[in-house]
């Protein structure tokens, strides 16, 4: 809920209850944590490669240096780790995909929680070696 | 009543949490991790020339757009809601700062692929 300001009177002071870390105080929510930290990196990602979209707009030596940041050791580190997250994100995003999705029947049976999950991992693999290889299809024809 | 906006932000939530999720860590290793350090691929995959010709056209166009809108979408929604979970109240304002910068990024990406 993000209460308070909105069902108060303009100008009425509430009060705020403050929250510690609650977070720390099992796994289960600092897992949820991590999960919805994934996002941070989602973002920074994204801003990434917009930024490298607007290097590319500016020319080859703007391009090629942004290129030359990517290999640096904090890009690479940055990457590991957003490369860790994100595959959390995934996992999670498929492990709730039972609840998040209308339920489908296929003759007259309801698709089981493990089944939509198992669906939505192989979708992802499939996906992911589908772009690998299109990635690598293309450099091949490339060389002569 | 007035009509909540709330269907659309998390409609583009969705499908970028789709998306990132089917190959979002495919996609940072290659542009992260492989093309930089050349391995498994070589580092001129990402070279000036291929990756112009690659969003030169409108297969290319449209995958940079989808990639780099929809993360955004769903990195600052879900970002939105993590600074309730640490105790920030989230007003109306601030909920509009973070859907406006997605939208920004979008309307930024489009621009620059239109340069290209």
Known sequence: MTAGSKQAAPGMKTY??????????NSFYRWYMVRELTCVFITAYAVILLWGLMRLVQGR????????NL???SAIGFHLLALLLVTYHAWTWFKVMPKTLPFISIAG???SDRTIIALGVAGAIVASVLVFLAILL??????P | MKRSNKPVFWSLFGAGGMLSALIGP???????????LGFLLPRETMSYDRMRAFVQNGFGKLAVLLVISLFLFHGLHRLYHCLHD???????????????????????????????
Do not use: N
Not at chain 1, 16 to 25: E, F, K, N, Y
Not at chain 1, 61 to 68: K, L, S, T, Y
Not at chain 2, 26 to 36: E, Q, R
Not at chain 2, 93 to 103: E, M, P, Q, R
């Open chain 2, 26 to 36: 495919m996609l940072i290793f290659v542009t992260g991790i492989a093309v930089p």
């Open chain 1, 61 to 68: 030596p703007a391009f090629d240096a942004w290129r030359e």
């Open chain 2, 86 to 116: 640490f105790g920030i109240h989230v007003s109306t304002v601030l909920k509009a700062v973070f859907h406006g910068l997605a939208i920004a990024g979008t309307i930024a990406c489009i621009y620059l692929l239109s340069r290209l």
């Open chain 1, 16 to 25: 705020v209850r403050p929250i510690g870390s609650w977070w720390l105080r």
């Open chain 1, 138 to 143: 293309s450099i091949l024809q490339a060389a």
């Open chain 1, 109 to 111: 049976h309801r698709l």
């Open chain 1, 71 to 73: 290999a640096s050791p």
